[in-house]
C-alpha cells in the first residue's frame, strides 16, 4: 500500500481544521505533518490544539522540508500565487484555498508552473466533490430537465460584525465576488460546460474598492443566461442557493456549497416534484466535502484522473472573476 500523504499548513487559518486537520484523520491516506505561521508561537498553539507533530519557523522551511509530500495554502488571497508557486517549484502538490489566485495573469503562471513539474494543483472548491453536486451535473445531462436555458447562483453571508477581516482588504485581494461569489462563478461553469461573457455586473462597494455586495449576468457561449449574487454584508443574512432551468423542468438546490450541513435538491418537470437528499445516515451520514475533496486530492496525487478543479479550471474561474471586477467598475485584484 502506497504510505500516506504528508501535508504541511502554510498558516494557522481558521478554515484549516475543518478544510484539512479533520479530513486527514478520516481519510487514511493522508497525514497533516507540520505547520509553519509568521508567527512561530501562534504556530505552536495551533499545533498543540490540533495535534501536529512539527512546527517550522518559516513558510520557507515548510515548503522545502523533505519530509513533506503537499502543501495545504489557506493563505490571504494575495499569497496564493507567491507559495504555491515555491512550494511547487519545491516538488510538492498542493491543495490551494479558492480563490486560485489574486486574479487571472497570477493563476495562468500557477497552472502553467503545475504543468512543468507534473505536480497536483487543486482549487478547494470542495463542494465539487460532494454527491450532491454530482446528482445536480448527472440531472442535467440526462436531459430530465432538458436543454438547459437558465441559471442563477447565490452565495449570501453576514460579515459585517468583523470589519477588520481579510475578505475586507483590497491589498489582501479581498471581495465579496473573491469569496462566495467564485463559489457561484464555478458553479454556473462547470453545470453550462463553457465558458461566459459577463453582461452585466454591479457592486455595493464599502469599504472602497470591496465589495460588500456584488451582482452580475453573463451569457455562455452555447447561450444559456445565468445570474449570480454574493454578499458579505448580511442582507439577506444567509441565501446559499442555485437553480437551473431547462425547457422542460428546473432543479433546485438549497445549500450547494456546504451540502454536509444541510441541503435539498428539488426536480421540477411536467410528471410532477420530487426532493433528493444526500445527508441523511443512509448516504453519507452527513460527511463533509472536505473528507471528498481530501480523497480526490490524494487519488490525484497517485495519478487517478480525479481533480476535478485543477489549476487550468482555476485560471477559467479567475478569468470570469477579473471580467466581474472590471465591468462593475471596481479594480481587478492585485493590480
Not at 507559495?83 to 503562471?109: D, F, M, Q, Y
Not at 461553469?189 to 460588500?212: F, H, L, N
Not at 421540477?268 to 420530487?274: E, H, I, L
Request: proline residues 6%; glycine residues 6%; positive net charge.
Amino acid at each position: 500500500m502506497p504510505s500516506p500523504l504528508r501535508f504541511g499548513i502554510l498558516g494557522a487559518a481558521r478554515i484549516a481544521p475543518n478544510a484539512l486537520i479533520k479530513p486527514a484523520r478520516a481519510v487514511s491516506d493522508a497525514q497533516v505533518v507540520a505547520v509553519a505561521a509568521r508567527d512561530v508561537n501562534k504556530a505552536r498553539t495551533f499545533a498543540q490544539t490540533h495535534h501536529i507533530p512539527r512546527v517550522l519557523d518559516s513558510y520557507d522551511a515548510l515548503v522545502n522540508d523533505p519530509d513533506i509530500d503537499a502543501i495545504y495554502n489557506p493563505l490571504p488571497n494575495a499569497l496564493h500565487y507567491e507559495w504555491t508557486i515555491k512550494a511547487l517549484r519545491a516538488g510538492k502538490h498542493v491543495l490551494c484555498e479558492k480563490p486560485l489566485a489574486s486574479n487571472a495573469r497570477e493563476a495562468e503562471e500557477m497552472a502553467r508552473i503545475a504543468a512543468e513539474t507534473g505536480l497536483v494543483l487543486m482549487e478547494a472548491f470542495h463542494y465539487r466533490y460532494h454527491p450532491l453536486m454530482q446528482r445536480v451535473q448527472e440531472i442535467v445531462a440526462n436531459d430530465e430537465i432538458g436543454m438547459v436555458r437558465e441559471m442563477q447562483a447565490d452565495f449570501f453571508i453576514p460579515l459585517f460584525l468583523r470589519p477588520k477581516d481579510i475578505r475586507f482588504n483590497y491589498a489582501l485581494a479581498g471581495g465579496g465576488a473573491m469569496d462566495t461569489g467564485c463559489y457561484c462563478i464555478n458553479f454556473l461553469r462547470a453545470i453550462a460546460g463553457t465558458e461566459p461573457a459577463v453582461t452585466r455586473a454591479a457592486a455595493r462597494e464599502m469599504p472602497k474598492q470591496i465589495d460588500r455586495v456584488m451582482h452580475a449576468e453573463f451569457r455562455f457561449e452555447n447561450g444559456v443566461t445565468a445570474k449570480m449574487g454574493c454578499s458579505l454584508a448580511g442582507l439577506p443574512p444567509i441565501r446559499i442557493f442555485a437553480r437551473v432551468c431547462g425547457d422542460a423542468g428546473a432543479v433546485e438546490i438549497l445549500n450547494p456549497f456546504i451540502p454536509h450541513r444541510f441541503h435539498s435538491l428539488t426536480v421540477r418537470t411536467a410528471s410532477g416534484k420530487r426532493t433528493e437528499y444526500f445527508s441523511r445516515k443512509e448516504h453519507f451520514s452527513h460527511e463533509p466535502t472536505y473528507n471528498f475533496q481530501l480523497r480526490a486530492f490524494v487519488a490525484a496525487t497517485r495519478g487517478e484522473n480525479t481533480n476535478l478543479t485543477d489549476a487550468w479550471d482555476g485560471v477559467k474561474n479567475m478569468r470570469v472573476i477579473d471580467a466581474v471586477y472590471a465591468k462593475s467598475g471596481l479594480k481587478v485584484r492585485g493590480t
